[in-house]
């Protein structure tokens, strides 16, 4: 049986958990593309050096948001329609006294989340209409404007009094990157490749490296902070690069989905978990080295494991499975000692581990164990 509040967390402990997931963000730099500037990244390796980081592998390619989210915030690798409450660390946060927001500059509607986001936990969300819209009048919103509402919803949760979390997810990266013409003053692909690829690349690139650019003014806001933060940042998936992923092959990448060798390079992404010296100091954690390739429904163990917070019962569970079973898709393959698998592949003791992860999820899915939270 799981209790509803597992292992509360001492308020000595409480420190103040910023998440961020970028779209479509991946480093470039891993793949010794030809002709390709990645001195760009400097700025988002130098944040990963003064961080926690490993790797994820997401059950999507080039789309499908919501899946990388909601599994990062619930625990769940494999979801239902979320049409009444359901349970989620936002909800476990929220029990803890947390105030529980986010932001998203886009439609509301998009995915349902203003009819499902209640149901997750959440005390507040922004959206495009009505808020976003007022402050930029850009379709995609840039992240300047978005990074810097972040931090200002931070710092109006203070008067308050109480510990706060927030998720929040990005536009300006979000595709399509354009083919006909290049958004940017420079090239960042050249060489022997065709005009739409480098269009594609150069329109990607640019708006990646202005993120990593006030995805650092907001680091350095929270770093100033008196307030102890940990930050968490992560990525849904691997952008869209053309019909058929051609600017993929032409830059000598395969994420062929019916290959085992090229499905870590199709659907791994990156994380990183950093915190400001105040928590720091009140975690006595340095926030920093080499975490584990994992799924994003166990994200927010490390986040958990790395504030020193044990959790609800139920993600102490899944600590457990984590250790044995670190990758479980929705695709075919498993990830078991560093080494991609089929179900079929495991030894007796791993597909028991596998069955009791299938019942732990349908336990969480079906037994709301928040009711006096309920606010919809």
């Not at 179900?343 to 709301?368: I, T, V």
Request: charged share 25%.
């Amino acid at each position: 049986m799981i209790v509803p509040n597992g292992s509360d967390i001492p308020d000595e402990k409480k420190v103040h958990l910023i998440t961020i997931m970028r779209e479509a963000y991946v480093d470039f730099s891993k793949y010794d593309i030809q002709g390709l500037d990645v001195s760009g990244y400097d700025t988002y390796h130098e944040l990963q050096a003064e961080s926690y980081t490993g790797t994820l592998l997401t059950n999507i390619f080039a789309g499908g948001t919501i899946d990388s989210e909601r599994s990062f915030l619930t625990g769940l690798g494999d979801h239902h329609s979320f049409r009444t409450y359901t349970n989620s660390y936002i909800w476990y946060l929220r029990s803890q006294g947390y105030t529980t927001e986010g932001s998203h500059p886009y439609y509301s509607w998009f995915y349902n989340r203003d009819e499902i986001n209640p149901y997750m936990g959440y005390e507040n969300y922004r959206f495009l209409e009505g808020d976003y819209e007022k402050l930029s009048g850009a379709f995609y919103v840039r992240d300047s404007v978005f990074y810097s509402e972040i931090y200002n919803d931070f710092v109006k949760n203070k008067d308050s009094g109480k510990p706060y979390f927030s998720f929040s997810l990005n536009m300006q990266s979000h595709g399509p990157y354009y083919t006909d013409a290049s958004i940017s003053n420079k090239e960042y692909l050249v060489g022997n490749y065709t005009q739409e690829c480098r269009n594609a690349m150069d329109n990607y690139m640019f708006e990646i490296m202005d993120g990593d650019t006030q995805l650092l003014k907001l680091v350095e806001q929270l770093r100033a902070d008196e307030e102890p933060v940990v930050l968490v940042v992560f990525t849904d998936h691997l952008p869209w690069m053309g019909d058929g992923n051609v600017f993929y092959e032409e830059m000598g990448i395969d994420v062929d989905i019916t290959e085992r060798e090229s499905f870590r390079t199709r659907f791994e992404t990156d994380y990183l978990i950093w915190a400001n010296d105040a928590a720091k100091k009140q975690l006595g954690n340095n926030f920093l080295g080499k975490g584990p390739t994992i799924s994003p429904h166990y994200l927010m163990n490390l986040v958990f494991e790395q504030c020193g917070w044990e959790g609800p019962a139920y993600m102490q569970a899944m600590d457990e499975l984590m250790q044995s079973l670190p990758v479980i898709t929705t695709n075919e393959f498993l990830l078991v000692d560093d080494q991609l698998c089929t179900a079929g592949e495991l030894s007796a003791e791993q597909s028991e581990q596998l069955r009791n992860f299938h019942y732990l999820q349908y336990y969480w899915r079906n037994e709301f164990l928040y009711p006096a939270l309920k606010t919809k």
